[in-house]
Structures are given as C-alpha cells and as structure tokens.
C-alpha cells in the first residue's frame, strides 16, 4: 500500500513571503501522479497543482511550484509571494497511473500572517 | 456548471439510525468516490466506484455501504450509525479511464455528519 505523509502538521508564513510544505511517499511503482490540494475554511477541496512521475520537469501554476524528487520520493510545495488566501489545509495526495483513488496525507494547516 | 452535489449538507444522527448521503454529477465522470474527514487523518477513502455498476472497498469500509445507481449517482449509507462515523463526507468523481492521464478527482462541498 502506498502511504504519503506530511510530517509538518501547521506552517506559519508572513503575507508576501515564500513557504514549503513538505511531503513524502512510499510506493513501489514507477509510473504514478501527484497532487496538492487545498482546502480553505470553506471545506471545498480545489486542486492547487499535479505532478507527474514521468515528467523531470517540475509543475508551476502561478505563484504554485514543487520541488518533485522521484528518487528521494519527495514532493513538495512552493508558495511564492504568499496571500491572505492561502491561508488554508494543504493536503499531499498520491495516485498510481494504474489506480483508481487518491491516497492522502494527514495534511498540514497554513497560516498566513499580515 | 454544479459539477459534484452532495446532500445533506449536515445531518445530526442518534446511535442506531440509518441515513444515505446522496452524491452526484454531471460531468459525465466515469469514476466516483466516497471519502471521510477527521482531524489529523485526511481524507480517508470509503468506497469507490470505477464505472457504472461496479464498487470496490477503499481504506475504511466497514459500517458503510454504497449504491452506484446510474452513471450520475453514487449514494452511501449507514445502516446503524455509531459515534465512530461522526465525519465530514466528501463525495468526489473523474473522468477516469486507462489510457488517460492524471484524471483529477473533482470534490463535492462535503456533508457533516454528527452522530450522537
């Protein structure tokens, strides 16, 4: 079973500063996806960025970026220039090509400060 | 553009009762799920359901059972609810196929459930 863990359960960030969130995996696969979603207070899941493991290059969406290590089964997330609207759980998910579901973390908690 | 409805949005339960949590979509997704929250776990998944008239267990579960309807509907129910599914269910659904890409799971706004 694959599992995916955040071990940073909350994160601070000043408005217009930079944050990582970290996540690993274990998997024995070597075609897969990755995902970071984010839930803001509101409880709606939206999609912030994906990865996939065949691809060297690392995704970008905006201000959104990750860092995706396959050897070290590393993934994790950049927020550049961060917002009030960041503030929310950022959750890491995993998906072997060949499954169905999305296997989460436990998800870490974003602060943003003024 | 509703994409994935999920009702009740909140429901408060007794020990012993049963209740359905109705889910569906209309972004004709093949594949659709049923997740449950709680504090520091993350999502954890219930069931599932690659196509039309198949289901499959997920992670946890025990205590739920699920009906895919039709393509649209995928309902979950508690047959005799315990304290231990008090939760926060999310129904989800994609587009997923074999020979398609990373098939992102899109979520419906979740329904909490109390169980007293």
């Known amino acids: 079973a694959q599992t995916v863990t955040q071990s940073q359960p909350e994160m601070s960030v000043q408005e217009a500063e930079t944050v990582t969130l970290s996540c690993t995996y274990d998997t024995s696969e070597s075609d897969y996806y990755l995902f970071w979603y984010k839930q803001p207070p509101s409880r709606q899941m939206i999609l912030v960025i994906r990865q996939e493991a065949y691809k060297q290059q690392n995704a970008t969406e905006n201000r959104f970026s990750v860092n995706f290590q396959k050897a070290a089964k590393s993934f994790s997330l950049k927020i550049s220039d961060s917002q009030l609207g960041d503030a929310a759980m950022y959750f890491c998910?995993?998906?072997?090509?060949?499954?169905?579901?999305?296997?989460f973390g436990k998800g870490t908690s974003l602060l943003v400060t003024p | 553009n509703a994409g994935v409805t999920q009702t009740p949005k909140f429901q408060v339960l007794k020990t012993g009762q049963s209740m359905t949590l109705q889910c569906a979509q209309d972004?004709?997704?093949?594949?659709m799920y049923w997740y449950r929250q709680d504090p520091g776990m993350g999502l954890r998944l219930i069931y599932y359901?690659?196509?039309?008239?198949?289901?499959d267990k997920g992670e946890v579960p025990n205590g739920y059972n699920v009906s895919r309807l039709n393509k649209r509907e995928f309902s979950l129910r508690l047959e005799s609810a315990a304290p231990s599914q008090t939760s926060v269910y999310f129904c989800a659904s994609s587009p997923w196929s074999p020979i398609s890409g990373a098939n992102v799971l899109t979520f419906g706004a979740g329904s909490r459930l109390t169980v007293l």
């Open positions: 998910a995993y998906r072997a090509r060949s499954g169905y579901a999305l296997n």
């Open positions: 972004m004709n997704h093949n594949s």
């Open positions: 359901s690659a196509s039309e008239g198949t289901t």
